[in-house]
């Protein structure tokens, strides 16, 4: 029976060779393309699942959501923290840190030193996060103030070997320590990337010199540790998590104006495995990805199954009346209607796992490039992995019985009788394979709209919104600080436009808050303090909408660089969003103005809020943020204080840039013997887009395989369409239908689904990426330009994949053409 | 073996209303070789097609081999009529992507028959009809005559009580015609009841008996001598 069946098959479909492989390569892609978005969204899903018990483990995070302002996520917590929420809670199995450590690691040999990401570690760390040791005991290899742990990238990079027990490492300018184990590496499906564990006992690890400053009275609480937890394993999450906000009041002292710190304050406990899928935060290892991504692309997967099941879809049912005689044969042989349908059911999941091997050869072919893209290690192990077999076959299996439901059930209701008298077949099916073809072409058009929107976004967070010549414009690495004597020379260089010194909190690499006193009452507005230069506007092209910048001209610009120790404000620039929350109606009527504020400064050696002191507000300048357009930008005070100056920034002339660094780093070199670092704005940028970058390429690559898809199953489709209307097109022929009518009338055939698939897709396209774009806090509006474009360019496909046949068929001399059925 | 009481069947298409068989009572008797003549259009197939119960009437009673099958769904129609009826169709209706010996063998694949049994029927059946030195051809291999052969094997494969042709002989030339006919006669002297449709007088003489039909109704009924 199934040798019947197969010849039949096997027949039928090299029968239609062109069709048939058309068909059968668009699944193999849609399978592919499915496997490789399955590996990946299995891979971020799958972050941290390697550390033993990792459902107890929890990493504390905090949100601090400050009176007046949008809540900020951190990720990072104070270094007390571990120790007092292991007091307080008995749950709590084991405590333990990570905090940055920024050292650069070298060999005696070698001055240079590695580029190595490097941690400060409690002595317990490795009793929470178990990793395999390659060489040396983990158990006691941090306990040591001078010990450490390399991974064994670090050891090959250090020493060019995995065993390097024993050897001695240059940890920084002056300290010296021994390796006392070696680890495996980190996989990529963690969000650590650590490469050395330094001892967190060290007396000079800010794990102990931090911990001593947030201990001294009146600190203010600064937060630079990773901090984890592992709960016992009777514990209750939900006993910890509903006693953390008694904890957090009786834990974080201080107030702010009468305010109880601690208000503000949320400690959030996140599982390990979730770390990876949360929203950004401050201190974050590695970028999290954004679940929506995901989601998204999950979508994309579904909608590549979709078309090509569409696709196969049109190509059953469009070879329906071949078949015909076939069931009803069957039929009349005594054949159930089921036994048709299991028949043709049958035949459709014969041709999914026919699809399957060319899809799985595919993958293994593209997972390195696509591992290397992503810089992950993602494996496709289906063999040895037996839920990763099923899957595939599983996924084959459901796609041919969704793609053979419909043909099936179609066939296998052809009535016997009207087939078998022989009276010629019209396919009443062709109404469902128009509206396949609809939707086909939806899908093709709002995947266009979705690639156009979300490449136009990324173009705008990149480019469009800094509005600034990025490759000019080098931030200096904080390390070189700010001398005055350097940059009071650079202008004799000639090759740079301008230099200004800025405090961190100015580019947002961290905070500095203002404290407004509302002139129109009703509490205060908490916002970002940047100390900037007079430069500071030049370099980055700022203009002031109203009023005038800041300039050594007014004296009460520069106070803070004459008496750093002065209880008076100085003159501010405030941003757009500062003058709408103090209450003001127009930037004009903001300038001139008096604001009451509170400045933070360092006094006796910790920052601290002054008292509240007035000083004039000289100009309102537009919104502006180096940071990402997920962030809105708060309110801002830019003011002059050389105190914070923490590093520098160049913007060249616009000549050749590499040679005007040259000259500018041979200046420091005069100046200074450390090292000249830093990066262009335009790395910083890119580094900051990293993540949507590549979620935007690989969404752009899967998308074009959806629509080369809708664009193949189109194809086959005319090319079939073609074939069969040979006749009637015959027929027009010898009534007298020229050349073009005939052309015309095909093309109108095939423009006509499209045209009506762009009724569809423009309103859900809209919608979906309106919603996405609000994600963001500055994007770029969708115009009707891409919906146009897209429609068009759908329009096009349509066309050309169907001109190239009906030419064909419209020059067929007329017997021909009515010779061939 | 077949009673047909009274039986009506009318197509409605959206505005007419065709009476394709009217009042129809109609019996045939085991072992019988029926012709069924009549102008175009006057429901010989229809009539065919409810025989073989791959159709249903509108109306009236059908007993099929002792049983009232008037009103069974398409279910219970398949069931019956499976091994029982063979058909011999105008246009062969052989399928394409099978080869002569699977075309035949499909008629027995759904009467659950062992593969070996089902080869040897096969054989047997194209022994038959003179084809079994074509069992490995494709349909489009043959001509008209010879695929009405392989036409008719599949019908007697199954060894059914009932073969029902309708235009056997109506697409092939006197001499095929007539080698199809002798056939048919072979296998209704065998024992199995035969009802066919013609168009030839001649033809028709060759059975033992010839129903006249005129707009969907039985006009005359003629009992022949056997001649031949
Ligand atoms: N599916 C249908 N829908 C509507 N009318 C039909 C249908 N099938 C048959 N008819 C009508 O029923 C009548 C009888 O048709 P039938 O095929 O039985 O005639 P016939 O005697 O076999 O003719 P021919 O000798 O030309 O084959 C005809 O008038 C035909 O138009
Ligand atoms: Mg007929």
């Known amino acids: ?218 600190a203010l609480r600064s937060e630079n540790a990773y901090t984890y937890v592992r709960l016992r394993g009777d514990a209750s999450i939900d006993d910890v998590r ?89 039929k009349a042989a005594g054949a159930t209607q089921r036994q048709i349908m299991i028949q043709f059911m049958g035949e459709c999941l014969f041709y999914g796992l026919l699809a399957l091997i060319p899809a799985v050869v595919a993958v293994e072919l593209v997972l390195p490039a ?61 109404r469902a394979r128009q509206s396949l073809v609809v939707a086909q072409f939806a899908i093709l058009i709002a995947l266009l709209v979705a690639t156009f929107t979300v490449n136009r976004q990324i173009h705008f967070a990149i480019e469009d919104r800094l509005r600034l010549p990025t490759d000019q414009i080098y931030l200096a690495s904080p390390a070189l600080g700010c001398p005055t004597s350097f940059t009071d020379a650079l202008p004799t260089l000639g090759r740079v436009k301008a230099v200004t010194c800025v405090s961190g909190s100015t580019l947002g690499f961290d905070h500095i808050s203002v404290n407004f006193i509302s002139p129109h009452g009703g509490g205060n507005v908490n916002g970002r303090a940047a100390q900037v230069d007079y430069s500071f506007f030049d370099v980055f092209g700022i203009q002031p909408i109203a009023g005038r910048l800041l300039s050594p001209q007014f004296g009460q610009d520069d106070l803070l660089r004459k008496d750093q120790s002065t209880a008076d404000n100085p003159t501010i620039v405030i941003n757009e969003a500062a003058a709408r929350a103090l209450g ?27 008292g509240q002191s007035s000083s004039k507000i000289a100009a309102v300048v537009p919104d502006f943020s180096i940071g990402s357009v997920r962030d809105v930008v708060g309110p801002t005070a830019y003011y002059i204080d050389p105190t914070v100056f923490s590093r520098m920034v160049f913007r060249f002339d616009g000549g050749s840039v590499q040679q005007s660094l040259e000259s500018v780093r041979d200046l420091w070199e005069k100046h200074s013997s450390s090292p000249f670092q830093g990066m262009f704005l335009d790395q910083f940028v890119n580094a900051l887009y990293e993540d949507v970058l590549t979620q935007s390429a690989i969404f752009t690559w899967f998308s074009a395989v959806a629509i080369v898809l809708a664009a193949l199953g189109l194809l086959g489709l005319a090319i079939f369409t073609a074939e069969r209307r040979t006749k009637e097109i015959g027929l027009r022929k010898v009534m007298g239908a020229r050349r073009t009518d005939i052309l015309l009338f095909l093309g109108w055939r095939f423009a006509r689904p499209v045209l009506w698939a762009n009724l569809i897709a423009w309103p859900c396209a809209y919608l979906v990426m309106q919603r996405w774009l609000q994600g963001f806090a500055y994007h770029t509006e969708i115009g009707v330009l891409t919906f146009v474009i897209a429609g068009a360019l759908a329009l096009a496909i349509a066309l050309a994949t169907v001109a190239g046949h009906a030419m064909l068929v419209a020059r067929a001399k007329p017997m021909e053409a009515l010779r061939y059925e | 073996m077949l009673k047909l009481d009274r039986i009506c069947k009318t197509y409605r298409t959206s505005d007419v209303e065709t009476a394709a068989l009217d009042d129809v009572s109609l019996e045939v008797r085991a072992g019988e070789f029926l012709a069924i003549m009549g102008p175009s259009g006057c429901g010989k197939s229809t009539l ?181």
């Open chain 1, 242 to 330: 509903s006693r953390l906000r008694a904890f957090t009041d009786s834990h974080v002292r201080g107030d702010v104006n009468g305010t109880p710190i601690a208000k503000s304050y949320t400690f959030t406990l996140t599982p390990l495995a979730d770390v990876h899928l949360q929203p950004r935060s401050i201190g974050d290892l590695k970028p999290p990805v954004d679940v929506r991504v995901l989601h998204a692309l999950i979508g994309v997967a579904l909608l590549i199954l979709v078309v090509a099941c569409g696709n196969f879809i049109s190509m059953m049912t469009a070879r329906a009346s071949r078949r015909a005689v076939e069931v009803g044969v069957r």
């Open chain 1, 370 to 430: 696509f591992n290397g893209f992503l810089r992950r290690e993602i494996a496709f192990d289906y063999l040895t992995e037996p839920s990763l077999g099923l899957g595939l076959i599983g996924l084959t299996v459901l796609t041919g019985l969704a793609a053979g439901a419909y043909p099936a059930l179609y066939l296998s209701r052809f009535k016997p009788n009207a087939v078998l008298r022989g009276t010629t077949l019209t396919p009443q099916s062709s």
């Open chain 1, 1 to 218: 029976m199934l040798a019947n069946y197969f010849a039949a098959a096997i027949r039928n479909l090299l029968r239609n060779r062109a069709y048939t492989l058309i068909n059968l390569f668009g699944l193999s892609l849609g399978f592919a393309a499915a496997t490789l978005i399955a590996l990946y969204a299995r891979d971020e899903f799958s972050y941290d699942r390697f550390i033993p018990n990792h459902d107890r483990i929890y990493l504390v995070g905090e949100v601090v959501e400050p009176p007046g302002r949008s809540a900020m996520r951190l990720s990072v917590t104070s270094t007390t923290d571990a120790e007092a929420l292991k007091f307080a809670f008995p749950e709590i199995e084991t405590a333990t840190r990570l905090a940055p450590s920024g050292l650069r690691l070298s060999t005696k040999q070698d001055n240079e030193g590695a580029a190595l990401d490097s941690f400060w570690a409690d002595p317990n760390f490795f009793d929470v996060f178990p990793l395999r040791s390659i060489a040396g005991d983990l158990a006691n290899a941090l306990s040591q103030p001078d010990s450490l742990v390399l991974t064994s990238r670090a050891a090959r990079q250090l020493f060019s070997r995995e065993d390097a027990v024993g050897e001695t490492v240059r940890v920084g300018p002056d300290a010296v320590m021994r390796v006392a184990a070696v680890v495996e590496n980190l996989p990529s499906n963690s969000h650590l990337n650590c490469d050395v564990f330094l001892p967190g006992a060290a007396s000079f690890s800010p794990l102990v010199t931090l911990t001593a400053e947030q201990r001294q009275p009146g």
């Open chain 2, 48 to 228: 065919l097609n409810v025989l073989g119960l791959i159709d249903s009437p509108t109306s009236g009673a059908y007993w099929f081999m002792g049983e009232d099958v008037a009103r069974c769904s398409e279910e219970q129609l398949t069931l019956h009529r499976r091994a029982r009826v063979g058909f011999v169709f105008q246009n062969f209706n052989l399928i394409d992507d099978l080869d002569v010996a699977e075309n035949v063998e499909v008629a027995l694949l759904y009467v659950g028959m062992a593969r070996a049994e089902r080869r040897s029927r096969v054989a047997e059946a194209l022994e038959r009809v003179g084809l079994k030195h074509r069992e490995h051809h494709m349909p489009k291999q043959l001509s008209g005559g010879q695929q009405q052969r392989v036409a008719v094997a599949r019908a007697l494969v199954t060894r059914p009580k009932l073969l029902l042709a309708d235009e056997p002989t109506g697409n092939l030339d006197s001499a095929n015609g007539d080698a199809v006919l002798d056939l048919l006669g072979a296998i209704n002297r065998a024992g199995t009841t035969i009802v066919m449709v013609t168009h030839s007088a001649e033809h028709a003489h060759r059975a033992g008996r010839i129903v006249h039909m005129l707009d969907g109704r039985v006009v005359e009924d003629q009992e022949i001598a056997v001649a031949c």
């Open chain 1, 584 to 610: 003001y109606s127009s930037p004009a009527e903001a300038v001139g103005t008096f604001a009451r504020w509170q400045r933070l400064s360092v006094i006796d050696g910790r920052l601290q809020f002054r």
